[in-house]
């Protein structure tokens, strides 16, 4: 099958992995010249990846059937509504059901609107004077939010990243003074606990969960620094997490599955991966935000294990057919991303990286490229991410040591690795803050 691919990051570095080792013949559309991509595709071209008509005139060219897109851009620019329009299957959402990342008020309203269980309290705001009053006036603490796009790096937590109530006010004015998302701001209660990703395939009816990952936000180890897209994750060779039973892993599920459904229900039928980000609090998961694509890097942890043919699962989630089981390996897998130095507040590109491949591959390990471009034979870093490095083993422990004794074959002076992800500390950190928070609740209703 002919398969376009829409994006050149790492998950779509992944995707393009699992859609090659089932056969599909690859035609890529990307912004960057990732040489992952370039290796496995048949042709490419190097496009905006928002550029619609550009990318619909490409895959009429190459007479592309389906049609994988990793980015939430273009699904907003509606690029997967063109291309159906012109006969090609989109394993993505259409641009009014992409809403479900696209705004967060949309979102939130639909969580509310269908009594879907694990919303958090919340007020929209069209203008700065309106959100601080509501600010002064609420006792618990807030999480600022633009409601549009911003790549994952709008969002600020008060106790974190605002630190005072002037903290909160001075973010929401900048916000609105530099139209930060572009669609005014929510303002969120901020719940406490730990999260993790819900995945999901679907095709507009039937969903198909995957393994459950850790991502990890924050820029810097032991999860402080601003919010970035995700500095690295790991998975479980149970498809669960250390500190997600199973009754929290199905709740979560459940309420992924309540909002496929409900979008039905509002005839905004949903086809293509889903993404659900839960903290799972002493009170069961909570939402803290939907994706209408894969998670990235989370989707490097789960096609790495991905046992179903990937074309399939596309063709299936394009044709509303999805009714076999997805497999995946029973693996534990750890993903650190490599970023560039400043990445999460001003990052240096056009820096060169060397990379070994034969060393990361003697490692046990799996490299995917992201946010770089080829040179002249150099490998630079550009303003994102720059490449993945996933260990894949029995356990966690296991796979932290192959993504660790890979990364030494990847050398730079201009970029940072998290290596606190995966680690044993890092993990009963957070599986300790979980307990503590379940005590906490225990005492208080108790008392
Ligand atoms: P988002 O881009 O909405 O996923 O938010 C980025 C990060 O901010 C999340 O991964 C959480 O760590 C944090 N966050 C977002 N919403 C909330 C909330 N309501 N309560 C606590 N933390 C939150
Ligand atoms: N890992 C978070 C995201 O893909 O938005």
Redesign the pocket.
Known sequence: MRVLTIGGGGREHAAVEALYRCGAEIYAVMKNMNPGIIKRSKKYKIIEETKVGEVCAYAKNVGAELAYIGPEAPLEAGLSDSLEKMGVLCAAPTKAAARIETS?LFMRELINKHNIAGN?G?ASFDNPEDAKRYVDGIECEV?V?PVGL?G?K????QGEHLHSVRDVSRYIDEVFNASIGKAGIII?????GE?FTQMAFCDGKHIEPMPLVQ?H??AYENDIGP?TGGMGSYSDSDHLLPFVKESDRVAAFNIVRDVVSAMNKDSCQYCGPIYG?F?LTPNGP?I??FNARFGDPEAMNVLSILESDFADICYRMATGTLTKAVKFERKASVCKYVVPEGYGTKPVSGKEIFVDEEGIKRANATLYYANVNQDNGRLLTGTSRSLGIVGIADTIDMAEENCENALKFVRSKHIFVRHDIGRRNLIRNHVEHLQKLCLGQNEKSSS
């Open positions: 967060k958090v919340y999480v939010k911003t994952g709008g969002v600020k937590v969120e209660e901020k719940v406490s999260e991502d936000k924050r919010n980000q903290m909570k803290i935000e």
